[in-house]
């Protein structure tokens, strides 16, 4: 019902690429808004038969058991994760963003799966999230997991994020203002992490 003020947001394969190589890391997830508000979200994990779900102002849950964010409380000891599309990668500029916060942060996992990735930051596996590009169906249920777990997620550059908003950033609160200075240097095209060897040719370098 278009008129209606519900609306949901389903991706019934998140991490198609994964499945179609039988990599295990692949999720079914479904959000529901009322009048713009996410009020509800599940996230199923059918290879860890993990249950994600999350009521607007009821908590978030794993399987019936309640879950939160973690308290690490900065980058340099934070576990991360981020995507990258599937095509025209050559394209993306998130690669460059990669490395700086790889350089930063305690590690970095690329899963395939935003909805899983979001899941995780919701649960505390992982301190934060980032990434360019994302479809409302691709996050809807794991904004509302973030968030009623007490993280907190805005765009890349702090502001509000909406559907139309071209890049996120979701963690766990306590690292959130960093990240996103952090964040800005690179938007600023400062190069916080150098590039090794960027001036001498890989013959000369290994």
């Given at each position: ?80 994760a ?13 690669v ?42 691709d ?33 766990n ?10 964040v800005a ?22």
């Amino acid at each position: 019902d278009r008129q209606s003020d519900y609306c949901w947001y389903v991706d019934p394969l998140d991490g198609t690429t994964n499945f179609a190589h039988s990599y295990p890391a692949f999720c079914v997830s479904i959000g529901l808004a009322h009048a713009g508000e996410l009020i509800a979200g599940v996230v199923f994990d059918p290879v860890r038969n993990e249950m994600f779900s999350a009521e607007k102002g009821a908590g978030a849950y794993l399987n019936n058991r309640r879950i939160r964010v973690s308290n690490v409380p900065s980058l340099g000891v934070s576990l991360l994760a981020t995507g990258f599309p599937s095509r025209k990668r050559h394209e993306d500029v998130n690669v460059y963003f990669f490395h700086q916060l790889g350089g930063k942060a305690h590690g970095i996992r690329r899963s395939g799966s935003a909805a899983i990735d979001l899941a995780n930051v919701a649960s505390g596996r992982l301190d934060g999230f980032w990434e360019f590009g994302l479809h409302p169906w691709d996050v809807a249920a794991g904004l509302l997991l973030v968030s009623e777990a007490g993280g907190r997620y805005t765009d890349m550059r702090g502001g509000p994020f909406d559907f139309n908003s071209p890049h996120l950033i979701a963690d766990n609160g306590h690292l959130h203002e960093e990240f996103v200075a952090f964040v800005a240097k690179i938007f600023a095209g400062e190069i916080t992490v150098p590039i090794p060897g960027l001036h001498r040719p890989v013959q000369d370098r290994y």
